[in-house]
């Protein structure tokens, strides 16, 4: 689409470009003037459009650093440095709540943020929690179904959107709460590896209701799957 230039100034006729020029598409250009934004102050308006659309990438960019701590908190916690991955996983856990909130906040959403959100947040878990098996700390079968309930989630997230529809929707309050009882799980369990604390019947605890929101969050998305290709393929007919 071409894009009429303009030039903060008393004109309000297009001008050729030079100096501080901004080129704005005709809908923005349309908008501008149903706002009646005088034309003396288009340069600043079009300025903090360009810079807003600058940080929309902020929310991205958090994902991205957060998938970068996720190899050195397993290198400190196979090298027996507890503090250190302590404080990167929680650290990578504050970075989730921050570009979440940032992305609602500002509206900030993006398909690749989508899509990186709940990436990072996989790969953190799993390598956390496989790491802490291979250490000792968590039963082999434990981190089978803490993994397995993910992989069947992308598998049917793949599988609708490949034969069926792209998939669109957010998670459940149980599935927010899974996220953040594994989390805790895997803080707790490195500060008991390092201080001795909390007992062991708290981690008992605390994995026997991690075990009771992957059942019911299981459930809830292998319901929600199964009604939307249902209704999906009743559409294609």
């Known amino acids: ?31 501008l003037d149903r706002c009646d934004v005088p034309q003396a102050t288009l340069g600043i308006t079009l300025e903090s459009v360009e810079e807003v659309s600058a940080l929309r990438h902020i929310p991205n960019l958090i994902c991205f650093g957060r998938i970068l701590l ?9 090298n027996g440095r507890y503090p250190l991955a302590l ?15 940032l992305a609602r906040r500002f509206d900030w959403r993006s398909r690749l943020g989508g899509l990186l959100d709940p990436a990072a947040d996989k790969l953190l878990v799993a390598s956390v929690f496989v790491t802490l098996t291979w250490l ?6 434990f981190t089978a179904i803490v993994l397995g309930r993910d992989l069947l989630i992308v598998a049917g997230v793949l599988v609708h959107h490949v034969w069926l529809a792209p998939v669109q929707g957010a998670p459940t309050s149980v599935s927010k709460l899974n996220t953040a009882f594994q989390i805790l799980f895997m803080v707790l369990t490195i500060t008991h590896a390092w201080l001795g604390w909390p007992a062991v019947v708290w981690l008992q605890i605390l994995g026997a209701a991690l075990l009771w929101t992957i059942a019911v969050s299981t459930y809830q998305y292998v319901r929600t799957g199964s009604k939307r290709a249902w209704e999906a393929r009743q559409t294609r007919r």
């Open 1 to 31: 689409m071409e894009a009429l230039c303009f030039v903060g100034g008393a004109s309000d006729s297009p001008r050729p470009s030079h100096g501080r020029m901004k080129c704005v598409r005709p809908s923005l250009r349309r908008f």
């Open 136 to 141: 000792g700390f968590v039963p082999a079968w």
């Open 70 to 78: 996720i190899a050195p908190a397993v290198w400190a916690l196979l």
């Open 87 to 101: 404080g990167l996983i929680v650290i990578a856990g504050l970075s989730d709540a921050l570009d979440g909130y």
